[in-house]
């Protein structure tokens, strides 16, 4: 279970001029995710489901209220290697003992975040891609290739293990990053838009390809997307994020059962809510403005 307590994010800004802006990206956001389960966080650009979500993940701390992942609470990841390290002791090293104390003794979260730009090596083929975060946690050397090989076939790349990002279509990339995401084998897999940048059909194969390896592995997926119709295809749950600040505006059972028409009566009559509460927003957009 996942489970995020009042999340507010402030930024500041500071202008050309030196003027000082405050801005809250995300504000008392509560939510329940059950493990398992595919939640969508749905909403405009710029409502802050970005920064929820690296907020889930321990990438940024929010500045009030907590996440909280079976009960243990999520702060920034560990560091992996030599050069994180030393910007994490330089960090920290203010903090009082009892804070360095909090900090040397907390778990790792078994989350693996996949981001819209393909986040993979370039300059690795796909099979390396695989097995580095296997390395990263310590798999021993003997059992990495096999079991990156297995998830790289689940994901439908079996041909192209030596092919290099490259020589990949956008589609086989993002295939990429979902093996190497599910071959560590995490409960929990975020998703920042990962299927915005390629084409529909690309697109809704790579949503049916997501679907099977959900069924496949049991996992929980926190999706972030401004896709009406992808939300209502993948979720169990869709949460409508709204902006001014970020906050959650509405939240959608969808129980139509899987495999899913994307045609199906249920999910046509909650999208026409859905945009009915967005052209409401659009409506009444100069209300929210300073
Ligand atoms: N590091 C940052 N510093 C200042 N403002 C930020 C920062 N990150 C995001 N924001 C602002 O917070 C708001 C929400 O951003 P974001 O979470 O990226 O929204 P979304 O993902 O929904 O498009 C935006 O107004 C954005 O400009
Ligand atoms: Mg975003």
């Given at each position: ?12 800004i ?69 050069r ?48 580095f ?61 990962p ?46 994020f709204?902006?001014?600040?970020g ?10 059962p ?33």
């Amino acid at each position: 279970m996942i489970e995020a307590r009042k999340i507010t994010k402030f930024f500041s800004i500071v202008n050309e001029d030196r003027t000082a802006e405050g801005l809250t990206a995300v504000l008392s956001v509560s939510l329940k995710i059950p493990d398992g389960m595919i939640v969508s966080i749905l909403g405009p650009s710029g409502c802050g489901k970005s920064t929820f979500l690296e907020i889930l993940a321990g990438l940024q701390a929010p500045t009030e209220g907590s996440v909280y992942i079976d009960g243990v609470q999520v702060l920034e990841p560990l560091p992996a290697t030599r050069r994180e390290m030393e910007e994490y002791r330089r960090k920290y090293q203010f903090l009082s003992p009892l804070a360095n104390g909090v900090f040397r003794d907390r778990p790792k979260h078994d989350i693996a975040m996949i981001f819209q730009d393909y986040a993979v090596f370039p300059w690795m083929t796909a099979l390396q891609n695989v097995i580095f975060p296997l390395k990263l946690r310590g798999m021993p050397r003997e059992r990495r290739e096999g079991h990156a090989i297995g998830f790289l076939k689940k994901a439908g790349l079996g041909d192209s293990l030596n092919k290099y990002p490259s020589q990949l279509s956008g589609g086989m990339r993002q295939r990429l990053a979902l093996a190497r995401a599910l071959a560590v084998e995490p409960k929990i897999i975020l998703m920042d838009e990962p299927f915005a940048a390629v084409d529909t059909i690309t697109r809704e194969r790579l949503q049916d390809d997501l679907l099977r390896l959900w069924k496949e592995t049991g996992i929980t997926i926190v999706l972030v997307t401004h896709d009406t119709d992808e939300a209502l295809y993948l979720s169990d749950e869709i949460v409508i994020f709204s902006p001014h600040p970020g906050s959650v505006r509405n939240r959608f059972a969808v129980s139509a059962p899987r495999p899913r028409r994307r045609s199906d009566s249920e999910l046509l009559s909650l999208k026409g809510r859905i945009e009915s509460l967005f052209k409401y927003d659009i409506d009444h957009e100069s209300e929210y403005s300073i």
